[in-house]
């Protein structure tokens, strides 16, 4: 059993930066592949960004690449998402899910889930 617990969201202006932080318990952390989702109001949940157990491969949305960085700490059981230029089409409820697998942009592949943070990005 893997308990996903989501910081870091917040109000930001466009063009602003926030450092979302998804903390993990467990002792294997590094046998799971990580990822990003989030959910706007209205909209489905979708995906963001993904980064395999070791950190060496990520992936990301069409809608992010360039502007957000997923990575990982496995000394802290801990993934980050750097978000920088932010824009009002970003705000959303984001979410850190956990898979121990390699490492996929698949929702349904996810077996654990976070419960959210809320980033508002103000235009």
């Known amino acids: 059993q893997v308990q996903l617990v989501e910081s870091g969201g917040g109000l930001v202006q466009a063009g602003g930066s926030l450092r979302l932080s998804c903390a993990a318990s467990?002792?294997?952390?590094?046998?799971?592949?990580m990822g990003w989702f989030r959910q706007a109001p209205g909209k489905e949940r979708e995906f963001v960004a993904t980064?395999?157990?070791?950190?060496?491969?990520?992936y990301y949305a069409d809608s992010v690449k360039g502007r957000f960085t997923i990575s990982r700490d496995n000394a802290k059981n801990t993934v980050y998402l750097q978000m920088n230029s932010l824009k009002p089409e970003d705000t959303a409820v984001y979410y850190c899910a956990a898979r121990r697998a390699f490492t996929t942009t698949l929702q349904r592949g996810y077996n654990y889930w976070g419960q959210g943070t809320q980033v508002t990005v103000s235009s």
């Open positions: 467990g002792r294997t952390f590094s046998n799971y592949a």
């Open positions: 980064i395999s157990g070791s950190g060496e491969t990520t």
